[in-house]
């Protein structure tokens, strides 16, 4: 995928918008080589989440949930931002107002240089003292206590900073991306399999809203058919594409 070919409708929406909200899955960072948890070959295609991503398995196995973060935050750490996460950095400069909303954990986005970035479910680079909230960096936790949490000077436990199924939003930043997408000109969904609410919410209200609706995901989504323009193809040949599209609109008329 070189060149889009963009609908004249398209084009000048893209044109003429100043206010675009990116929102991003575990698909954005699947060509960096992090499994995602849905679709082909996704994480959950082995196992349950139930078993590994809630409050409840850690309280149940500490040991077992600690070591599969230990594990993924090694892969997060060996890996690069991919074409992706760098057209999207990129198209930060073009618009007076962009803003990225990601659901990954894995700070790629700031990596290939997103700025103004909403992370709404936390981040894998760190961990955090179940007692008293007080945080470290993942990578030495993990280095000083490979198999099980470490426990802070306080006595509680670390964990991932990271939100669980079941867990609440980070309620500032759910609350910013909410107005983000209540009023923005154009919503660009990539890599998400639009079933992990409530961020998934985001969508419906974007399109309620009026925005032009871009989805990219190799794959159909509940939301496919609200798109606008759907991309269907892997987020590393496809943003690029797309940015190259908008930046060559002439958007200063
Ligand atoms: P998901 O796993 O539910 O869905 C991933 C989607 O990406 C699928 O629809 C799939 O078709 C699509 N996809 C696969 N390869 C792609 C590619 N090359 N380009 C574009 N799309 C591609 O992911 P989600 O919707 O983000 O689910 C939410 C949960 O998954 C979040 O809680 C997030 O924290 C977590 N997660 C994050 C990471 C990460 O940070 N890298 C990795 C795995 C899971």
């Not at 909200?21 to 954005?28: C, D, E, I, R």
């Not at 073009?94 to 103004?116: C, E, K, M, W």
């Not at 919503?187 to 409530?198: A, D, N, Q, R």
Request: aromatic share 8%; hydrophobic share 45%; net charge negative.
């Amino acid at each position: 995928m070189e060149i889009l070919d963009l609908s004249r409708a398209v084009r000048e929406r893209l044109r003429t918008a100043s206010r675009v909200v990116v929102f991003s899955g575990a698909g954005v960072s699947r060509e960096s080589g992090l499994n995602t948890f849905r679709g082909t070959g996704g994480l959950w295609e082995r196992m349950r989440p139930e078993e590994l991503a809630t409050p409840e398995a850690f309280a149940a196995d500490p040991a077992k949930v600690w070591r599969w973060y230990a594990w993924r935050h090694g892969a997060v750490a060996a890996a690069q931002p991919n074409p992706a996460h760098v057209a999207i950095a990129r198209l930060e400069s073009v618009f007076p107002s962009y803003i990225v909303v990601t659901q990954n954990v894995d700070g790629l986005h700031q990596r290939a240089g997103s700025r103004n970035l909403l992370e709404l479910h936390g981040t894998l680079l760190r961990a955090v003292c179940e007692r008293c909230g007080c945080s470290r960096e993942m990578g030495e936790a993990v280095a000083e206590s490979p198999e099980r949490p470490p426990l802070c000077a306080c006595g509680g436990r670390f964990r991932p900073a990271v939100v669980w199924f079941g867990e609440a939003l980070p309620e500032e930043a759910f609350a910013r991306a909410h107005e983000a997408s209540a009023a923005c000109d154009v919503f660009l969904s990539v890599g998400t399999s639009g079933t992990v609410w409530p961020a998934a919410g985001l969508i419906e209200l974007a399109h309620q809203g009026g925005a032009l609706f871009i989805e990219v995901n190799p794959e159909p989504t509940p939301f496919s058919r609200l798109a606008d323009l759907r991309l269907a193809a892997p987020a590393g040949e496809a943003l690029p594409a797309l940015a190259a599209a908008i930046e060559a609109l002439d958007r200063g008329r």
